[in-house]
């Protein structure tokens, strides 16, 4: 497949096989992302492969998050969403989070926030051209003082910008743009 291909034909994956996917792979992806253009090479981002304890940990901040935005707290509806949102969680064959080191200065922190989604999108590149899907969720588990503690980072020096839910696709959805002649405009 050509790199322009690789680009159009990827797609945000939300149901995989249950099939690991070997470290060796995992680690070629991020190898991948690091390559990621950053401005004076601040190369901020950290990359967390985690391992089914941590998901299992995880999983339950995922499930309060879930259940108790439609249910209250004890009740039957947060029981069941609480059980359902854990079996979801932990079908994701692997989670890779991605933490943004945060500079004190805010034009740096902006572009730092650039570089790391384009080595989140090498990432996501690298892993479609195995045959591997990714999902770039950012949810509430992120923002949780919780995830933070599980994972030993400090919010002041760190943001979690992503977690990435990956697998062997089971199904992959569509999802169009504009065309381009939309979003262009000419200048002489
Ligand atoms: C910064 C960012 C955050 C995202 N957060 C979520 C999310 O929380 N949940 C989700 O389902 N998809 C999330 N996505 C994926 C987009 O929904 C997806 O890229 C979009 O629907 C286009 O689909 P495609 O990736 O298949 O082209 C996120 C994407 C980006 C760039």
Redesign the pocket.
Known sequence: MSLAQLIKNR??VYQFEDKPISLNLIESFIEAAVHAPNHKLTEPWQFLIIGRQTQDRLAKIYASNRASKNHEEGSEGYRLSFENSIKKFLAIPQLVLVVQNLSKDPVICKEDYAACSCAIQNFQLSAWEQGIGV?????PILKDAETFSILELDSENHELIAALYMGYPLAVGE?QRKAISEVIRHYD
């Open positions: 797609r945000t999902q770039w969720s950012s949810g999802s």
